[in-house]
């Protein structure tokens, strides 16, 4: 390839001394390279008879194919150092379960902006499958509720959202401004199975023990809708971000007083090995797509109580006696 480039600059330049100009090399070095290249193709490319340098008929003939090789090869580099930078090829992403649609919307309309040549393949997985099939090469990337155990493995740009309770609309508490979680008492508590996310499950319990929340019963839903649809049955009360709760006008979300249950989401993968190169760019673009995804409320470093929205008009008045009935 560099006897081809030397050779086009020549046949361009029809003078080998502003050839290698041109080049940035010396005038002897770059003759030598054409007499190598005309001597490995068996013909003379250039007449030097006269005065003026002119392409033989071989040389006519080499030029375009020439060029098109050259930029053959251009396209060829430029293919290799933006796989090198992830930026084609497929990218195996794990994400929670009850990922909203919204948020996966939000994600894959990122993706295909800033990486429109790489193809994501997003799998819903529950964090201990996540972290196991990073850690055998299943996934190349995950993105994961905290805490979990990161040994071996990088993270992202943590997003830390802040939670509050579920209620059903018609329950006493859903007329305060905040509830201190201490006043969930006499309530059974719905929450995603454990196996979904078994660190950040234990520290919401934990969290419960420790503001004066004990739970009369454990109820779990595999779903968000699932979630609100036990609570609005009055089936118990759940924490949640206000995604899906804003949505059911059975339910009233709450903030819970003094902020106690912080979410916060991350992505993962393997520190060491062949890690897949697009698995930084991704958890930088997830922590944007959270951070500024409409349904979720970014943690505020003041931790002054959270400002929310005024209640909405519904559509449907619900009568309390036919409710209870």
């Not at 008929?57 to 098109?68: I, M, Q, W």
């Not at 004066?212 to 649809?229: D, I, K, N, Q």
């Not at 709760?245 to 903030?255: D, I, N, S, Y």
Request: charged share 25%.
């Amino acid at each position: 390839m560099r006897h081809l480039r030397i050779f086009v600059a020549v046949a361009e330049e029809l003078h080998f001394s502003r050839a290698a100009d041109q080049l940035g090399m010396a005038q002897p070095p770059l003759s030598q390279a054409v007499r190598r290249l005309e001597k490995e193709l068996g013909a003379e490319l250039f007449d030097r008879s006269r005065r003026q340098v002119k392409l033989t008929p071989a040389g006519t003939a080499l030029l375009d194919e020439a060029r098109a090789l050259l930029t053959g090869e251009k396209r060829l580099r430029t293919l290799a150092r933006r796989a090198e930078d992830g930026e084609l090829g497929t990218l195996r992403a794990g994400i929670p379960p009850g990922t909203t649609v919204a948020t996966l919307s939000l994600l894959l309309g990122a993706c295909a902006e800033q990486h429109p040549g790489m193809s994501v393949d997003f799998q819903e997985i529950a964090t201990d499958e996540q972290l196991r099939l990073i850690a055998s090469g299943g996934l190349d990337v995950g993105l994961v509720h905290q805490p979990v155990d990161v040994t071996g493995l990088r993270l992202g740009p943590e997003v830390s959202v802040e939670l509050g309770a579920v209620l059903p609309r018609l329950s006493p508490l859903a007329r305060l401004p905040e509830v201190p979680i201490a006043e969930l008492s006499g309530h059974d508590l719905v929450l995603l199975p454990r196996k979904q996310a078994p660190g950040w499950y234990d520290r919401i319990l934990d969290t419960c023990r420790a503001g004066g929340y004990v739970p009369t019963g454990l109820r779990h839903a595999s779903r968000p809708e699932l979630v609100l649809a036990l609570v609005s049955a009055g089936h118990g009360i759940a924490f949640d971000q206000g995604t899906v709760a804003g949505k059911e006008p059975r339910v009233v979300w709450l903030p819970l007083a003094g902020h106690p249950l912080i979410q916060r989401t991350s992505a993962v993968w393997p520190a060491r090995g062949s890690s897949h190169p697009a698995a930084p760019h991704f958890a930088e673009l997830a922590a944007d797509v959270l951070a500024r995804d409409r349904t979720a409320t970014p943690l505020r470093d003041d931790r002054a109580p959270a400002e929310t929205e005024p209640p909405r008009p519904w559509a449907v008045v619900y009568d309390e006696a036919a409710w209870h009935r």
